[in-house]
Every structure is written in C-alpha cells, then in structure tokens.
C-alpha cells in the first residue's frame, strides 16, 4: 500500500483565461507619422476657438483650459487614433535552472502517478522532483556565493570603486 505524499489539491475553473493556449499582452499606442502629424495641423487650424476665448474673457482660468484640453483632446484622438497592439507574453521562468522542457516532464511525471498511483511511477516522479530539488538548491547556492564575492569586492573597493581607501 502505497502512503500519501501530502499532493496539493488544484481547482480548475474553465475561463476565457485559461482557454488560450497563448496569452496576449495588448498594449494600445497611436501611430505617429508625417501624414498624421499633417492631418493634426489641418484640424487644429479649422477648430473654433471662441468658446475657449469667451470663457477665458469672463475670468475662468480652470474652465477655460479645460475646454481648450477638450477640444484640443478631440482632435488629437481624430488625427492619431488609439491601436491596440498585440504583443505574444512569453512565459519566461525567473529561476536560470527552470526550463520548460523540466517543467513538462515533472508535471507529465506527477500526473502519471496521481492517474494510476504506482510503485514505478511514484517513484520516477519522486527522483525527478529530487533531481531538480538538488540542482536548484545547487544553483541558490552558487548564486549566493557570487553575491557574496560581489559585496565583498565593494566593501574592498571602497564606495569610489578605487582602491585608494585601502
């Protein structure tokens, strides 16, 4: 008989999300060009201006720069209207060590053994998961000793970055 590994417990809730195979960063910019920038200038100079100046002569500073952001606002979104822009997120792993390829095979591993739990399939599941345990353990460790090295190099060097404090 097998003994229970303490295997978390996941729920999974169909989305829109998480029924994509690739997730898409949209990202909405204008397109800036000389036809554009021409096209801004040609409404700028046909726009009616009164009711800013009206508003202006009556004494309402705040009033007035607001209709004038108003109107200006308009004709800028007319000459140089918004793109979305579609930008593939790519998922990227912050640990060096974690590749999708590592990734794939612990989690094909672990389902192979939570859908038919057995003494092979524990235990490739259980020496993969060590396997990669150990290497990040490894790689944190090497890590922290190089940002040690590092710190130790700036102490050394003083805060000029010269060896002249020695």
Known sequence: MLTPLHLPIVALFASEKNCKRACYNTTPSRKINEENVAKFDALLAYINWDPVKKIS????????????MEIYKTAYDKAFPCIASYQLQKSTFKQPWMTPKSCKKKNLL??????????????????NRNKLKSIRL???????????QKLDLMVTLGSHGNLSAL
């Open 57 to 68: 002569a009556d004494g309402d500073a705040n009033l007035a720069y607001d209709k004038f």
């Open 138 to 148: 490894r790689v944190e460790k090497t890590s922290m000793k190089l940002n040690f």
């Open 110 to 127: 672990y389902l192979k053994f939570i859908r038919s739990p057995s003494v092979a399939n524990k235990e490739r599941f259980i020496n």
